[in-house]
């Protein structure tokens, strides 16, 4: 490249992050050259030995600087999850213009056979490797904090009792798990309510593990697990008492949100409830490119106003609505902590590529979290007017003697 030519690209990286933080960060160029952005004391650094070319940024550029970091074409030094809160606060960063859906088309039905590619892609990458980071439950979704001190382990025994809770379980009643993970809810459920749990999921791995815990705690007469999609729970002529699913609807996409719903409202009895625990966003918006194409390939994010008018449409009833944003942002937290404390094993399961896009994963969702229009909600929906529940939310926050 000629001197010309390196100093037209360095002029272009300079216009082209100038509105990226809002903070004052260096550029650090491949020739040691540095260029500092904003005022005062810089916060971080980037530095460049490749930048993406002007068609992939223009195209989408959280994907394209994603790349060029996973691949090591840029380097961010300094604390990532606060970089990526300094980009997200900054209104106007190009990195913050989220596209508002405007063509339903382009959210085209997912398949069966689809999904499960979609889930072994996250899910089946290995139990040892979740093993390493989340905590001894495999609890793979936003835990539930009571105090500032409460460990992982602690919160996310919080939220299972705290789900459980809300659905005012009887013992002999039955339980439908969708998208049951690696089965400790659905196995917390029948020790301490003696209900009867059906735990489904796609994944082989997930599916492997809770099996093993189930014989472990001599549970195979209340509780079974089995690969099964959603979309057969209408044709299979099972009913359930109760309904929970936890970070699963995020899995379905737009185009079958409605049906994920339809299939809920088959199974359930009458004045029935549902619990529905997943991620939402503010408005109805795409999913980013790199979380679609490198986390979760076919999943969207539903804002909460969609999931509560499909719910009514069908006519279930909304009892109670939680949100958890704050939560989530402490659980990512723990766990990008536990997933670098864990870095020398990680390194004989993955190549550098792989580990910095779990880094820049796990560090841009704690990020979002604290600071982005997305959300964790946890809504209680009865199917008919349920006149049953406690009337006030007291008998969710009581100690019992079980």
């Given at each position: 490249m000629t001197t010309i030519a390196k100093t037209i690209d360095k002029v272009l990286i300079k216009t082209f992050l100038k509105n990226l933080s809002d903070q004052t960060f260096t550029l650090v160029f491949w020739d040691k050259e540095t260029y500092k952005i904003g005022e005062g004391e810089s916060k971080f650094e980037i530095i460049i030995h490749n930048f993406p070319k002007k068609k992939a940024l223009l195209a989408d550029p959280s994907t394209a600087l994603a790349e060029a970091y996973m691949v090591g074409d840029i380097e961010l030094v300094g604390n990532l999850q606060e970089i990526m809160e300094s980009i997200i606060r900054n209104k106007n960063s190009f990195m913050n213009e989220s596209k508002l859906l405007t063509m339903l088309g382009k959210y085209k039905s997912v398949g069966k056979r689809k999904s499960e590619r979609n889930i072994a892609h996250h899910y089946d990458i290995g139990n040892d490797f979740y093993a390493l980071w989340l905590d001894s439950t495999m609890s793979y979704s936003c835990a539930y904090f009571k105090t500032e001190s409460d460990s992982l382990h602690e919160a996310q025994m919080n939220k299972i009792h705290h789900i459980l809770k809300k659905l005012n379980l009887k013992g002999g009643q039955t339980l439908l798990d969708i998208g049951c993970g690696w089965g400790y809810l659905a196995i917390e459920a029948a020790k301490k309510y003696k209900v009867k749990v059906l735990g489904i999921t796609l994944s082989k791995e997930q599916l492997k593990k809770g099996e093993e815990r189930i014989k472990d705690e001599g549970l195979q007469d209340l509780v079974t697990l089995k690969l099964m999609d959603y979309r057969d729970l209408e044709k299979s002529g099972l009913k359930f008492d109760r309904v929970v699913s936890v970070g699963m609807a995020e899995h379905v996409g737009k185009a079958n949100l409605s049906l994920y719903f339809k299939n809920v409202n088959a199974v359930l009895q009458e004045t029935g409830l549902f619990l529905l625990h997943n991620i939402t966003n503010m408005l109805e918006t795409e999913v980013d490119g790199f979380i679609s194409k490198y986390i979760f390939?076919?999943?969207?994010?539903?804002?909460?106003?969609?999931?509560?008018?499909?719910?009514?449409?069908?006519?279930?009833?909304?009892?109670?609505?939680?949100?958890?944003?704050?939560?989530?942002?402490?659980?990512?937290?723990?766990?990008?902590?536990?997933?670098?404390g864990s870095m020398d094993k990680i390194k004989t399961m993955f190549d550098s590529e792989f580990i910095r896009m779990w880094r820049l994963y796990l560090n841009a969702c704690a990020a979002a979290f604290h600071y982005a229009k997305v959300d964790v909600h946890q809504i209680l929906i009865s199917k008919g007017a349920n006149n049953q529940l406690p009337l006030t939310r007291q008998y969710i926050y009581e100690i019992d003697a079980r």
């Open positions: 390939p076919g999943g969207y994010i539903p804002s909460l106003r969609e999931e509560l008018y499909i719910a009514a449409d069908l006519g279930f009833h909304t009892m109670d609505i939680e949100s958890l944003r704050l939560h989530y942002m402490k659980t990512l937290m723990h766990w990008a902590e536990r997933f670098e």
